[in-house]
């Protein structure tokens, strides 16, 4: 798969999760719970491997680095304020809502502006790049490190 199909591809799972999470009623508290942490576990892999491998190698040709990577302390933002909401609090579907028009904004964006100005580095470097991706975002599914780095995450954004 080239690197922009498996970023869009991992874009639909983070889609999905926040959609269901959207609609989840006050009755599915645990569900809530289950769909938050599952959320905060793709989006932190999803912004790491764009952090660490698709970006920089994009940087030559695309002039949406700097727009994109403050969209990702946005989204960063606005997960630890949905971190920190109880999930039967009143406010919790609308910090969710405000999250996810962030989200869908963003990955917007890359699909419409980035992702086409990737195809200048040629399909064999989006072919290569697309396999890294792949390798680690496989990686840091499986890595303690990034499983213990969300569960701090979770201990810490719940404390503040
Ligand atoms: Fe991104
Ligand atoms: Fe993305």
Redesign the pocket.
């Known amino acids: 798969m080239k690197a922009d199909e498996v970023l869009i591809a991992h874009h639909d799972v983070l889609r999905g999760l926040l959609g269901q999470l959207r609609e989840t009623t006050d009755g599915q508290l645990d569900r809530r719970r289950h769909l938050r942490a599952e959320f905060l576990r793709e989006v932190e892999v999803?912004?790491q491997i764009?952090d660490e491998i698709f970006y920089p190698a994009v940087s030559e040709v695309s002039p949406l680095l700097s727009v994109?990577h403050a969209?990702?302390r946005q989204i960063d933002d606005q997960l630890a304020t949905v971190m920190r909401t109880p999930v039967d609090d009143p406010e919790f579907l609308v910090e969710v809502r405000m999250l996810e028009a962030t989200l869908r904004h963003?990955?917007a964006e890359?699909e419409a502006e980035m992702f086409p100005q990737a195809h200048t580095l040629g399909e064999d470097r989006l072919e290569e790049l697309g396999q890294q991706l792949q390798d680690r975002q496989a990686e840091l599914a499986r890595s303690g490190a990034m499983r213990w780095m969300v569960r701090l995450k979770h201990t810490v954004l719940r404390l503040v």
């Open positions: 999803h912004t764009e994109a969209e990702h963003h990955a890359e």
